[in-house]
T-cell receptor, first 115, second 115 residues
Framework: DAGVIQSPRHEVTEMGQEVTLRCKPI?????LFWYRQTMMRGLELLIY????????DSGMPEDRFSAKMPNASFSTLKIQPSEPRDSAVYFC?????????????FGPGTRLTVT | AQSVAQPEDQVNVAEGNPLTVKCTYS??????LFWYVQYPNRGLQFLLK??????LVKGSYGFEAEFNKSQTSFHLKKPSALVSDSALYFC?????????????FGRGTSLIVHP
């Protein structure tokens, strides 16, 4: 398996623009997670899905952030409108928690810079 | 609620010397415990886990960790450090049952191995 795939790897955008981050989890995994990493706040869980259904989005900073998982092999994290304080590295991770080995597999991340 | 503490932001060690990266946790009931490593500009990578059984767990790249239930600790160790071990290390915990299936991560410890 190719592992968790994220695109784009780098995104530079201007304040106010819409940003869409994409993730393809490992085939067969039943959980998908979106994290944000910054120097100040460390690794933050934004939202997670179980079998394509959003379970907990309490970590999403505000209504400007939204996430979808239309099928088992694809998820998006959208920021609209983007702000400079959204600059961070965004990671997608997947896991097989039920009857599986429980550890998470992370993608390479998307480094977002909002100017 | 579950939590993880990594009391050291940074650990410095000379190449060839043993290293320890500390982790303590709090969780209801029995824990699942994990260590991840993050190299620069990469996603987190699973190193090892404790589920049940032997308190000494061996993982990738010569790392091991010791589960100590009485001290609620899960310290990461390696007998002889390499310069290439320099990275950011994260400890994570989740409940074995009756709690959140979602792991909680520590803030991370930066390991610097000097030649």
């Amino acid at each position: 398996d190719a592992g968790v795939i994220q695109s784009p790897r780098h995104e530079v955008t201007e304040m106010g623009q819409e940003v869409t981050l994409r993730c393809k989890p490992i085939s067969g995994h039943d959980y998908l997670f979106w994290y944000r990493q910054t120097m100040m706040r460390g690794l933050e869980l934004l939202i997670y899905f179980n079998n394509n259904v959003p379970i907990d989005d309490s970590g999403m900073p505000e209504d400007r952030f939204s996430a979808k998982m239309p099928n088992a092999s694809f998820s998006t994290l959208k920021i609209q409108p983007s702000e400079p304080r959204d600059s961070a590295v965004y990671f997608c991770a997947s896991s097989l928690l039920v009857g599986g080995s429980y550890e998470q597999y992370f993608g390479p991340g998307t480094r977002l810079t909002v100017t | 609620a579950q939590s993880v503490a990594q009391p050291e932001d940074q650990v410095n060690v000379a190449e060839g010397n043993p290293l320890t990266v500390k982790c303590t946790y709090s969780v209801s009931g029995n824990p699942y415990l994990f260590w991840y490593v993050q190299y620069p500009n990469r996603g987190l990578q699973f190193l090892l886990k404790y589920i049940t059984g032997d308190n000494l767990v061996k993982g990738s790249y010569g790392f091991e960790a010791e589960f100590n239930k009485s001290q609620t600790s899960f310290h990461l160790k390696k007998p002889s450090a390499l310069v290439s071990d320099s990275a950011l290390y994260f400890c994570a915990v989740r409940a074995l049952s009756g709690g959140s299936y979602i792991p909680t991560f520590g803030r991370g410890t930066s390991l610097i191995v000097h030649p």
